[in-house]
């Protein structure tokens, strides 16, 4: 098949990854995207890089990864803005509490909470939280995620299962073909 008969060829991905355990699982994500033909942005969370290294996601996307918003340039642009500029879509997989209460809340202390805000929802952003079954259910999450959903903000629901702490619950990272599934719905891809 040609690249421009890939299923999300030409559009341009933003994925977000934050610090929680499943991190490492975004990579099988990131690539998986890359394989359907979507130009991939991956901005990292100082706190994610303590999980997976940025070297994990540079190689499988085959460009930089951002971290830093005070990194040198190789190319002058104001790289949050542009990066918001050029998305068709943002993904935050998987999405801390931290990152959900930081979007509520009007915080953009990091490049990515700096992005999400830059996006404006000028295209759709999907979120993907994994976290402690304690920690999704805790009420101030629930409203932070009603709150973005009633803005627009799409969310995929975490998974119930087994949780890396030895849980049971509800907050494991979803598998792949949902998210993907989402994200080709959330581009008007799929019905
Ligand atoms: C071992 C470990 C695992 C963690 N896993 C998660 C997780 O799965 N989900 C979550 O929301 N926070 C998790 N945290 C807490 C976050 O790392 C913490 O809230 C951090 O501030 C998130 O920062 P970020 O949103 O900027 O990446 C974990 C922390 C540690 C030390």
Known sequence: MDDDQLPLAGKNILLGVTGG?????AAGLASRLKQMGANLDVVMTRNATEFIAPLTFQTLVKSQVFVDMWAPVRVWEVEHVAMADRCHLALIAPATANIIGKIAGGIADDM?????MAINLRCPVVIAPAMNVN???NPIVQANIA???????RFVEPDIGRLAEGYEGKGRFPKDETIVAEVQTALGLRG
């Open 21 to 25: 355990i499943a991190a490492y699982k």
């Open 112 to 116: 990515l909470s700096t992005v999400i």
């Open 135 to 137: 920690m999704y259910e």
């Open 147 to 153: 709150k973005l959903t009633g803005l627009g903000y």
